[in-house]
């Protein structure tokens, strides 16, 4: 399994940004994929998750109303679309893979990309 992010720079506060994670050698029929931001000095924390075969989703409350998650199958691609950015949304984001339903829980998330930084200026 590979996944690979990309789409991460830098933005100043209020602006948009799309990472976008590929994701190879996974059944996808089966599995969530999420995103997940560390900042430095901190632990990993849940951003949002997609469910593959259903289209559902789940969101942390901190993005709620600000980022969206959508997938494209014939691209094996998911997107993070992130609108009206803060400076505390500063973080490297990490995409995940999991074989079963979505969990806002970075320790149960089987496979991992590199990770894309984000930093958004006040």
């Known amino acids: 399994v590979q996944l690979v992010e990309s789409g991460g720079g830098l933005v100043q506060a209020g602006g948009s940004l799309r990472l976008s994670c590929v994701a190879s050698?996974?059944?996808?029929?089966?599995?969530?994929i999420a995103w997940f931001r560390q900042a430095p000095g901190k632990e990993r924390e849940f951003v949002t998750a997609?469910?593959?075969?259903?289209?559902?989703?789940l969101y942390a409350d901190s993005v709620k109303g600000r980022f969206t998650i959508s997938r494209d199958n014939a691209k094996n691609t998911v997107y993070l679309q992130m609108n009206s950015l803060k400076p505390e949304d500063t973080a490297v984001y990490y995409c995940?893979?999991?074989?079963?339903?979505?969990?806002?829980?970075?320790?149960?998330?089987?496979?991992w990309g590199q990770g894309t930084q984000v930093t958004v200026s006040s």
């Open positions: 997609i469910s593959w075969s259903t289209g559902s989703t």
């Open positions: 050698g996974i059944t996808f029929d089966k599995c969530a």
């Open positions: 995940g893979a999991r074989r079963g339903a979505m969990v806002g829980r970075s320790t149960v998330y089987d496979y």
